[in-house]
């Protein structure tokens, strides 16, 4: 079964940065598209940052020139680089991926249990 362990959340002053980052284990052929989104308290969840197999990267406008992500095929993982954090970048972040289980099924979303990212201003 396919998971998605996130590490790197916590507690930064505005200004500051902040690591994410996103293993996947499990049993699959490839994995194609990988992305972040987050969800702020009463908000819908958004995505801020995705990357797909080629290395080609799309942000959310808000973040953009801020955030980085990237990702690591050999160890199935990936990143996202936060600077100059906001109070409004609050949020629980959760990390996305689409892997290729079967070589005959589409591949298959899956999520990340989330990582609480704080910004104090």
């Known amino acids: 079964q396919v998971q998605l362990v996130e590490l790197g959340g916590g507690l930064v002053q505005a200004g500051g940065s902040l690591r994410l980052s996103c293993a996947a284990t499990g049993s699959f052929l490839s994995i194609t598209a990988m992305a972040w989104y987050r969800q702020a308290p009463g908000k819908q969840r958004e995505l801020v940052a995705d990357?797909?197999?080629?290395?080609?990267?799309n942000y959310a406008d808000s973040v953009k020139g801020r955030f980085i992500i990237s990702r690591d095929n050999a160890k199935n993982a990936v990143y996202l680089q936060m600077n100059s954090l906001k109070p409004e970048d609050t949020a629980v972040y959760y990390c996305n991926a689409a892997f290729r289980e079967k070589f005959y099924l589409a591949p298959r979303r899956y999520w990340g249990q989330g990582t609480q990212v704080s910004v104090s201003s």
């Open positions: 990357i797909d197999s080629g290395g080609s990267t």
